[in-house]
């Protein structure tokens, strides 16, 4: 009896055993799978930033993050890791828009295109003023080009993602427009005349 006693205590410790290292082992497999997932909090609510020109001056913006959260979260983070400072403004066209951001060297991840045609309901216009994402071509391949719209351009609504407007240096935009030369009718800069930002700042 005693011996079956021994036998069975035996047994006992084994199986206890196998089950705490098969849980020692499968815990850090779980947690390594929760540290590993990426969580992005999206601004809400109103912010500021400044685009300074060289040799221009600085445009003021606010932004609005309630009606274009993940493209405002994307802007303002790229502003904040200087991811813009040096680029320039590639793409004029006199009445219409002044677009820059782009980079051939540094790449910015894609991100979901908030505009109406995409699902998504953002109610700000391409009017005088506003600031919009660039895209390349399909509905969520905007990542850090943008432009700064001249002129009314309604045929825009719906399909390209605002997300803020000028409230001061509209004048610069003006002037950008008017004297940098281009050379064809789709606004195409040369390089050395391209117009360099200096620093994009966040404020709020």
């Known amino acids: 009896m005693k011996k079956w006693m021994i036998i069975i205590c035996a047994f006992c410790f084994l199986v206890v055993g196998c089950g705490a290292k098969k849980a020692e082992e499968e815990t850090p497999k779980e947690e390594k799978k929760e540290d590993s997932t990426e969580k992005v909090e999206y601004l809400s609510g109103i912010h500021h930033v400044e685009i300074e020109i060289v040799d221009y001056?600085?445009?003021s913006l606010e932004l609005d993050a309630d009606m274009a959260p993940i493209t405002v979260t994307n802007f303002v983070n790229l502003a904040k890791e200087d991811f813009y400072d040096g680029l320039t403004f590639h793409r004029i066209i006199n009445g219409f828009m002044m677009q820059g951001g782009a980079s051939t060297e540094k790449k910015a991840k894609s991100i979901k295109g908030e505009f109406s045609e995409n699902g998504v309901n953002n109610t700000i216009e391409h009017v005088r003023g506003v600031i919009s994402i660039a895209r390349n071509?399909?509905?969520?391949?905007?990542?850090?080009?943008?432009?700064?719209?001249?002129?009314?351009?309604?045929?825009?609504?719906?399909?390209?993602?605002?997300?803020?407007?000028?409230?001061?240096?509209?004048?610069?935009?003006?002037q950008i427009c008017a004297n940098v030369k281009v050379e064809d009718d789709n606004g195409t800069v040369l390089e050395e005349n391209q117009p360099v930002i200096k620093t994009i700042r966040v404020i709020d």
């Open 137 to 174: 071509g399909y509905y969520d391949g905007a990542s850090s080009q943008f432009f700064i719209v001249q002129r009314d351009s309604h045929h825009l609504d719906g399909l390209y993602a605002a997300f803020g407007h000028v409230t001061d240096g509209m004048n610069i935009v003006d």
């Open 57 to 59: 001056g600085t445009i």
